[in-house]
C-alpha cells in the first residue's frame, strides 16, 4: 500500500501527470523538492486542495511509470531525450543570447547578463552530462545488473554512489539557481514591444529549457539516484558476508 505523498518532490514521483500542473503555476518539484505540498502551494499563491484538483485524472499514454521501469531503461530515457535536447538548445540559446544582446542590448541592459547566464549554463551544464554518461551512469547500471545476478557489484574509485550523487545534486541546484536569476532578469520572459523574431526565440527557448530542466533534474533527483543508492547498499550489504565467509575459508 503507497503512503500519500508529503513533499512535492514525493507527489511528482507518485503522480507523473501533476508535473505540467506543478510547472504551470511554478513550483519547483526537483532542486526545492523536498518542501511540503502545503508549503510549496502557499508560496504559489494556491491551496493544496486546489492544486490537487487541477492534476489531470487519467496518465496519458506518454506518461511512464519510471519506478517500476529498469534503471537502465530510466538512463537510455535522460540520456536520448534530456541530454541531448540539453546540448542542442544550449547552443542553440549560446547564439541567440549574443545575437539578441548586439542588437537589443543599447535599450535593454538586462541582456547582457542574461547572455553571461546562458553561456555560465551552458559551462556548467555540457560536463556535468558528460561526467554522468561515462561515470555515473555505467556504475548505476552495473549496480542494477550485479543486482539482478545477486553478485557484489565493482569498487568504483568514487568509493559510493552517494558521493559523486552528492556531486550532482549540487550541481543542479546551481543551474536551477541560473534559470531563476533569468526568469528575474527577463521579468518572467515578458517580451518588450519592439522584440524581432530573434528576441521571441530567444524567450522562448529559455521557457522550454527550464520546463525541460525541470522534468529531467526530478528524474535523476527524485527517481534515478534513491533507486541507485538503495539498489547499491542492498546489494552490498547482502553480497558483504558470503564473501568475508570465502576469505575465511567457510563454505
Not at 86 to 109: D, F, I, M, W, Y
Request: net charge negative; aromatic share 6%.
Amino acid at each position: 500500500m503507497q503512503t500519500q505523498p508529503n513533499t512535492i518532490a514525493e507527489l511528482a514521483v507518485a503522480m507523473p501527470r501533476a508535473i505540467g500542473t506543478l510547472d504551470k503555476f511554478g513550483i519547483d518539484y526537483c532542486c526545492n523538492g523536498a518542501q511540503s505540498i502545503a508549503e510549496a502551494c502557499n508560496r504559489a499563491g494556491i491551496t493544496a486542495e486546489e492544486l490537487l484538483a487541477m492534476i489531470p485524472a487519467v496518465e496519458t499514454s506518454a506518461e511512464v511509470d519510471w519506478t517500476a521501469e529498469p534503471m537502465s531503461a530510466l538512463i537510455r530515457f535522460i540520456v536520448h531525450t534530456h541530454h541531448d535536447y540539453t546540448r542542442t538548445t544550449l547552443a542553440t540559446l549560446q547564439h541567440l543570447s549574443t545575437k539578441v544582446r548586439e542588437h537589443h542590448g543599447p535599450n535593454h541592459s538586462e541582456l547582457s547578463e542574461v547572455e553571461r547566464l546562458v553561456h555560465q549554463l551552458a559551462a556548467d551544464l555540457l560536463p556535468h552530462m558528460l561526467k554522468e554518461e561515462q561515470v555515473l551512469f555505467p556504475y548505476i547500471a552495473n549496480v542494477e545488473e550485479a543486482a539482478m545476478l545477486a553478485k557484489e557489484p565493482p569498487m568504483p574509485f568514487f568509493g559510493t554512489a552517494r558521493n559523486p550523487i552528492r556531486a550532482m545534486m549540487m550541481e543542479h541546484e546551481a543551474a536551477g539557481e541560473i534559470l531563476v536569476q533569468i526568469r528575474a532578469l527577463t521579468a518572467n520572459y515578458t517580451l518588450p514591444p519592439e522584440a524581432c523574431t530573434s528576441f521571441h526565440a530567444l524567450y522562448a527557448n529559455l521557457q522550454e529549457i527550464e520546463t525541460d530542466l525541470h522534468r529531467h533534474i526530478h528524474l535523476e533527483n527524485n527517481v534515478l539516484f534513491p533507486r541507485a543508492i538503495e539498489t547499491e547498499e542492498a546489494t552490498r550489504t547482502s553480497a558483504v558476508p558470503a564473501f568475508a565467509d570465502n576469505c575465511c575459508g567457510h563454505k
